[in-house]
């Protein structure tokens, strides 16, 4: 069998493989927007291409612009041609980027001609739908390229659904905590402050937390203070999205965080479902939509103090 290390050396083999297979995209790509430009401006036309697109005029365009205005607003990149790279590995890594950009060449048709000379890749219709078909096999395979680089910012932003299970005294009165467990570290624990109507039968409540970038997540601990007239809490389950990403981490539970109900633990740790298939884009909707029911725990973890 092989050790623990053996594998941790293997990921990080892959990894820089992955890496150093985006890195030759990027540089494909910047050929293909420079080739036969008419402004000269070499490697940094992807990034005029993609920000000189009126996103106004489009509907459905809202995470578009978001993408691009978080890649703008890293600090760090200093040049158009690192600006477009640090875009091309966030759509790699949301598995988007042949979707963004067959739809900035299709609805920009016209700014091609003008922006392109006639012998240009961009201004081939065949050329560009085979540059998008050979582009939408990447959204077949999970490629970590985006959060893994070191000028991504320190603090991500990630949206937390907490579904309260629908059954009679599910919900709690305690005071709730949790601490988010990935590949790349552990969060500090975080207690929201929130009303009274938080946390009660049936609802699923949203929260906005700020972490460092902990990588794909594993497991998150949640737990509570045992405080009030009812701290028993039936917890259904948790969805976690990362959202520069869009990646998704459903966490089941269906089991209660109570001294004197299953076996009296009020901390669990729960384990991610899936995390290479959760990548669903998550809103109230869905999050509510998740199952009443039958979500399988993990064995109980050892007992914690909460």
Known sequence: TRSA?????????AQSLADALVTKLCEVLESIFSHGVKDGKGKGALWSFITGTDMSRWVGNEEMSRDQAHIRHIEAL???????RAWIRLLVEKRQLSMQLAFLIEQEGGR??????????LRSDVAKAQLVE????LEE?????????????YAHEYRMFVHTADQFNAGTSARVSWRLHGTNGVSEIMSPQVSREAFQRGKVDEFKIEAPYLGPLIKITVGHDNAGFHPGWLLQSVVVEQVATGRTFYFPCGRWLAWDEDDGYTTRDLVAADPRTMRK?????????????GDQAPAPPPRSSS
């Open 5 to 13: 290390r053996q594998r941790e050396l293997d990921a990080l083999s």
């Open 78 to 84: 200093r040049t158009d041609m690192g600006r477009s």
């Open 112 to 121: 091609l001609t003008q922006a392109y000379k006639p012998y240009a890749f």
């Open 134 to 137: 050979e582009l939408a096999q």
């Open 141 to 153: 395979v999970e490629i970590m390229c985006y959060t893994s680089k070191k000028y991504v910012p």
């Open 281 to 293: 884009r998550t809103s109230t909707a869905n999050a509510a939509a998740l199952p009443k029911g």
